[in-house]
């Protein structure tokens, strides 16, 4: 689970045990199995998309530059009940999205104009 720097070390953060406006079990067991850490705002339950299906695209890193170039698309398909924050990390995990970079914390995603693609967001 994302967590910021303990409050003994920054003096930044209380020491309360909610974290981005989620409780500190909500990703724990999702997170296990993914190669990356989750760091975002969004509750597992909210709902992305009611379409059939989204495309997540992840790109290359601008700061890793010794990174070759890469796009790497992930499929998320509609289970029936719109497609969820939870449904699209499990996606991730079972088609094996990993961050060739040192950027590791899925941060978010966003919305690409009207389109049925998302792109992920890492960060460090």
Sequence with gaps: ?????????????????SFNGSDSGTYNSIEEDCQFSI???????????????????????VCCT?????EDYFIVN???????????LIALSEQCCSPP??????EGFVQIGDSNIYDLCFGS
């Design 1 to 17: 689970m994302c967590r910021p720097q303990s409050p003994e070390l920054s003096g930044d953060y209380t020491s309360d045990s």
């Design 39 to 61: 760091c975002l705002e969004e509750e597992p339950h909210d709902i992305i998309s009611n379409a059939k299906y989204i495309i997540m695209k992840m790109e290359g890193c």
């Design 66 to 70: 010794w990174i070759d170039p890469f």
């Design 78 to 88: 509609n289970r029936g009940r719109g497609i969820t924050v939870e449904l699209m």
């Design 101 to 106: 970079c040192n950027h590791r914390f899925l």
